[in-house]
């Protein structure tokens, strides 16, 4: 049994994940779209043969791309889901209880259980994020870097979300050059101000509120890897602003 939703999914190069996310999304789902940003390998074609209908969109933004199958829907009520996520049973449970035609809310959040490798980081949970929600009153916002759901009213839901995000450490390490690219390019785009101190205090920043004011230091040798590896993405974040900065100056007074 499932219920009158649409799950959306966006992708690029996700053979290895697209065939158990559209089934794991066709537990609760009685339709799956899948965006993908020119795949050169399987993911169209296998996201088909599991029964996704596939629109290709290069890629827009978190925020536009998310937004992009919306209109393609036949149902109002909106799921979505990443490619390296999975609904637990229990989720499943939860979700197919709600009554959708009498909704308590426009939007419901859920909570998302990270893991590095088959580790579940408990330093990241609950990572409550929103993704069932009701395409009249509510959408993604049109930010290019990870975008929310925003507008109506948000209920929280007391189910899971495996997020199967980071095979190992080295897997992280190689994001956070586009992470930290991706949000140096944000902060110039709003403005935010930049000091050549900005990075060490951002980043020894994140490591206290990491390692300390969330409980890293209680989780052994994963919390101090990971409190260390996200204080570095706000050092580089900050730090490639800054170099852009200078960049943008040097030209000028060149002219």
Not at 23 to 37: G, K
Not at 101 to 109: G, I
Request: charged share 30%.
């Amino acid at each position: 049994m499932t219920k009158p939703v649409t799950a959306t999914i966006i992708t690029l190069n996700e053979e290895a994940n697209i065939e158990a996310v559209v089934a794991s999304a066709a537990r609760f789902c009685d339709e799956v779209i899948v965006v993908d940003s020119a795949s050169t390998d399987r993911t169209v074609e296998l996201a088909e043969a599991a029964g996704a209908r596939v629109f290709v969109q290069p890629y827009l933004g978190d925020g536009p791309q998310k937004n992009y199958g919306v209109k393609y829907a036949k149902n109002d009520w909106i799921f979505s889901i990443d490619a390296d996520e999975r609904l637990e049973d229990s989720a499943v449970k939860t979700l197919l209880e709600l009554d959708l035609e009498h909704p308590d809310a426009d939007a419901y959040a859920v909570r998302r259980k990270t893991f590095i490798g088959d580790r579940w980081i408990k330093l990241w949970y609950p990572d409550w994020v929103t993704r069932l929600y009701d395409r009249r009153l509510c959408a993604y916002e049109e930010s290019i870097g990870h975008a929310s759901v925003k507008g109506g009213r948000i209920k929280k839901l007391p189910c899971d979300l495996l997020h199967y995000s980071y095979a190992d450490y080295s897997d992280i390490v190689k994001r956070v050059d586009k992470f930290a690219a991706r949000g140096a390019k944000q902060l110039l785009a709003r403005g935010g101000r930049i000091s050549p101190l900005s990075p060490l205090l951002h980043g020894i920043s994140r490591f206290f509120k990491q390692y300390i004011l969330r409980g890293g230091i209680m989780q052994g040798l994963d919390g101090l890897n990971v409190s260390v590896i996200s204080a570095f993405g706000a050092y580089m974040k900050y730090a490639m602003a800054l170099e852009a900065k200078r960049n943008k100056a040097a030209r000028e007074r060149q002219r």
